[in-house]
């Protein structure tokens, strides 16, 4: 059966605190667990040696979707080395301590069984395939690989172009962001918060959201199972 998955890593995750590493595996757990009740997206994660990640998504044509919710979700985390040591004020200098790569691969899946923990087959071979060029290309830090080789071309440059803009994002704006992704309203995002709506309106369009709502919807289309 076809499937997505999603290979991913923390950049300079070393630099985390030791505290940080349990502190890191219960905020993916809250991923985990609530993400796919509230966006509808049928997936599986699981966090491998620490800083590493592979999720299983059943709904092919969301996979760009629930990969940029993963990223800003990551990028929104605050390392404990970030709260004692970094200025608060520069919120674009602590984004550049750390950050996250994410590789995603189409194509069947032999196993994919949450239970067991066990995942084999095409799609997370290519995910695992693409991380390692990542890394060592050091060039980017999202790729797509598909089995239908015509899409991957067109997704690669949309996804290329999100990826733009998130790496360039502050962990406010990839909070915002994560929850606009989601689907919650900006009065809903100003509650959860504690901020006003029109801040989460400014914020909003700083971040260019309803050009990365345009090209998430956009990849849904171009991606079919």
């Known amino acids: 059966m076809r499937k997505a998955a999603i290979s991913a890593d923390i950049v300079r995750s070393t630099s985390f605190e030791v505290e940080d590493i349990e502190k890191f595996q219960k905020y993916l757990k809250e991923f985990f667990e609530t993400v796919p009740a509230v966006s509808n997206i049928d997936f599986w994660g699981r966090l491998v040696k620490g800083d ?39 919120d674009k200098a602590l984004q550049k301590k750390y950050g996250v790569r994410i590789s995603v691969g189409v194509g069947e899946l032999r196993i994919n069984d949450p239970i067991t923990n066990i995942i084999d087959g095409d799609a997370i071979y290519r995910s695992g395939r693409g991380l390692k060029d990542i890394s060592s290309s050091k060039r980017n830090t999202f790729i797509y690989s598909s089995d239908k080789s015509e899409q991957d071309e067109y997704v690669n440059v949309v996804c290329s172009l999100i990826d733009v803009i998130l790496n360039n994002a502050t962990s406010r704006q990839c909070e915002v962001l994560y929850y606009r992704i989601l689907g919650l309203q900006e009065n809903e995002i100003a509650i959860k918060l504690g901020i006003s709506q029109p801040t989460v309106n400014k914020i909003s369009n700083a971040i260019s959201w309803n050009v990365v709502n345009d090209a998430l919807s956009l990849l849904e289309n171009i991606i079919k199972i």
């Open 52 to 90: 590493e990640i592979e999720i299983v998504c059943s709904d092919i044509n969301k996979i760009s979707r629930l990969a940029f919710l993963l990223k800003c979700y990551v990028k929104s985390y605050a390392p404990i080395f970030e709260v004692k040591y970094a200025n608060p004020a520069d």
